[in-house]
């Protein structure tokens, strides 16, 4: 057992009596050194740098991008190389990749490792059809030499560290991760990441955490679990009964980063209005510069209910903001319900690196000529 993920384990133990876990602890992927023992789940849709600055803030020790499609990245499609953009204040990230060849898997895994990520993260659990029948994603937990081959290309064509995330296995019940997770270690997977939910079971019924308990037992790197951490109470619980090195919290910092702060620090105070405003327009801001306003319009609108849902703004003020055309129509109808809010947004722009100075550039140069 490697000395960082035997310290977690004995650390887990020590705290199994008492089950209070400092979610504040550090802890390693190989040579990175991760702050936090709360990791923001990669979430196709959501996972923007704004989501991901924000979550560093309240919080989480390492954050991820969405899912980037290798053969987008291979075919130096715009959109695909903009997923690529790394913020001077996201890291430890993750960059996740999908796909089934091994070779254009550790040409995309170069590429990102070229625009900063300090991991590569494999994804193995994307139940999503148009993911799938391309061979890609949770389909490759039933091909354990294929998926092996790819991780080992990816381990081999980079220096950062090489993580995958994988579900439980393909059909309801299966305990493929258990025979897989193993091999990929094995291949040079340096963390795996567990959602121990199937294919099959997409986002219904519960993820079953003895599965990631079993998997802790079996192999020699950190693991992180994924599914259904939405409080520190639930956060504390799998990873004493686990021995996981981290939890992983996707849907419940949708619209939520105070849950972060809450699963982390145990702050539990619910935000003011001003607050929920001020983090939603500065949300709305980052997102328009990253994603021009056209984009960033149209994504935006699933994030007004989460943000201002919870009971925090009345039901018809969301339908209010998802008519609108603009953003700039948006920021104003929130400023006008929290005034307050402005004060709060200025506070925060002063105190976060802002514009194109969180923008590297990207390394388009190097691979430019295939
Ligand atoms: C909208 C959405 C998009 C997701 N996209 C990805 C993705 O791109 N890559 C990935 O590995 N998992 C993805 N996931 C799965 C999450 O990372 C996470 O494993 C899952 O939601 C369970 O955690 P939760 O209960 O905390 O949400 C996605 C989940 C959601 C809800």
Redesign the pocket.
Known sequence: MVAANRDVVNTCQYHRQTMKIDLRESWFIRDVEIPTRLVL???????VQAFRRQGRRFGAGLV????VSCAGIEHRNEKTLGYLRVASDEHPLAI?I?GSEPRTMADAARMVEAAGADLV?I?F??PVRKVTKTGAGATLLDEPARAAAIVEAVANAVDVPVSV?M?RGLRDGSRTCLEVGPQLVDAGAATL?L?P?SAQQM?TGT?DHSLTAELVALVDVPVIA?????SRAKAQTVLATTAAAAV???????GNPWALREIVDGDDAEPTREEVVAELVLFIRETVRELGERRASGFLKKFYGWYLGRGRFPRPFKQELVVLDTTDEVERLLLAAAPGALQLIEQLEAELPGGDEVLLDLPISIYGGG
């Open positions: 789940a990669p979430m196709a849709g959501v996972s991820c991008s969405e899912m996740q999908f993260d994804n659990g994307c995330k579900r990441t959602h939910r986002y993820a994924s599914g259904d951490v939405t992983m919290v996707g849907r419940g910092a949708q």
